[in-house]
Every structure is written in C-alpha cells, then in structure tokens.
C-alpha cells in the first residue's frame, strides 16, 4: 500500500508564503499523478492542481492560477504546492493524492482518478 505524506502547513499572514510537499512511501504505475486537493470547514472537497511529471503538463484551478506553482522532482518523485500571496480564505486542510496517468480531461481535478491519498496538513491564514 503506497503511502502519502503531506508537510509545510502551518499559520501565517494575509499575503504570507508556505511551501507544501507531499511525499511517496513507493512509486509504481499508480503514482504517476499527483492532485493537490483542499477542504475548509464545512465545504466541500475542492480540487486545486495537478501534475504527472517533472516538465510536464501542469493543471490549475481557477482559483489558485497564478498563485501556487505546482512541481514534481522528476517523473515519480515528490510533488509541492508553492503558495503565494497567500488569503485568508485558503485557510483549509490540503491533502496530496496520487494516481495513474490522467486520461480525460477533467481527471486532474477529479477525486476519482487518484488512488491513494495523504491525511492533510493544515493551512491556517490569519491576521
């Protein structure tokens, strides 16, 4: 079972920076994809990035375009989520998924092409 681990969350201003990354206990075909994914307190489950390999095509949510860079060390190594300009309504636990190669269009921010996901590290943006 490939296992998914979130770190770099933590509190930090309006307009802050912070540095996620999400590592892999194992890599296989399964793990080609990794999603970045947040949910805040009472809402529901929102998709933010994605991306397959280092170099490779890069997919955003409208929300956080421009905002927070998504990378990949090579083709199955760790993904980060750099976060920029950071707002107070980004306040929510943000957890890493990974999965096979994206096949339709929308499976970057679909919860079900991913197969293994992370327990979530929490952003908190206060003042």
């Known amino acids: 079972q490939v296992q998914l681990s979130e770190s770099g969350g933590g509190s930090v201003q309006p307009g802050g920076t912070l540095k996620l990354a999400c590592s892999l206990s194992?890599?296989?075909?399964?793990?080609?994809?990794i999603g970045w994914f947040r949910q805040a307190q009472g809402k529901e489950r929102e998709a933010l990035a994605g991306?397959?390999?280092?170099?490779?095509?890069?997919y955003y949510a409208d929300s956080v375009t421009g905002r927070f860079p998504v990378t990949r060390e090579g083709d199955q190594g760790p993904g980060y989520l750099q976060m920029d300009r950071l707002r107070q309504e980004d306040t929510a636990m943000y957890y890493c998924?990974?999965?096979?190669?994206?096949?339709?269009?929308?499976?970057?921010?679909?919860?079900?092409?991913?197969?293994?996901w992370g327990q979530g590290t929490q952003v908190t943006v206060s003042s």
């Open positions: 998924a990974a999965g096979p190669p994206y096949v339709r269009p929308g499976d970057p921010f679909d919860e079900r092409a991913y197969k293994y």
């Open positions: 194992e890599s296989s075909g399964w793990t080609s994809c």
């Open positions: 991306i397959c390999r280092a170099g490779g095509s890069k």
